[in-house]
């Protein structure tokens, strides 16, 4: 049984940054992903990380902003978030997979964790 965990989260003022992070078992062979889910909306792809560390994709909307990066270490990624926006307020989950396929699908990946809530104030 794979655990994902993230960690990280709250309220932030527009402009601000925050750091997620998210750990998992058996985590140095996975690729690894953020997605996140504003109310009312679809779940979105944010970023993933290639297991090596060596290969990231970003969505449009937060390229140059938010930064992933993976520590093999302590079997953690981390999501650094810069120039925050109140349109980037959503529950961000955390999603592993050794499966290959559109990294930027969500039903590519087989572990998810629980969310955790990021709130960007105007």
């Known amino acids: 049984q794979v655990h994902v965990v993230e960690l990280g989260g709250g309220l932030v003022q527009a402009g601000g940054s925050l750091r997620l992070s998210c750990a998992a078992s058996?985590?140095?062979?996975?690729?690894m992903a953020w997605f996140r889910q504003a109310p009312g909306k679809e779940r979105e792809f944010v970023t993933s990380i290639s297991w090596s560390g060596v290969n990231t994709d970003y969505a449009d909307s937060v390229k140059g902003r938010f930064t992933v990066s993976r520590d093999d270490a302590k079997n953690t990624i981390y999501l650094l978030m810069d120039s925050l926006k109140p349109d980037d307020t959503a529950v961000y989950s955390c999603a592993a997979t050794s499966l290959v396929g559109d990294f930027r699908l969500p039903l590519t990946y087989l572990y998810w964790g629980q969310g955790t809530q990021v709130t960007v104030s105007s």
């Open positions: 058996g985590f140095s062979t996975y690729h």
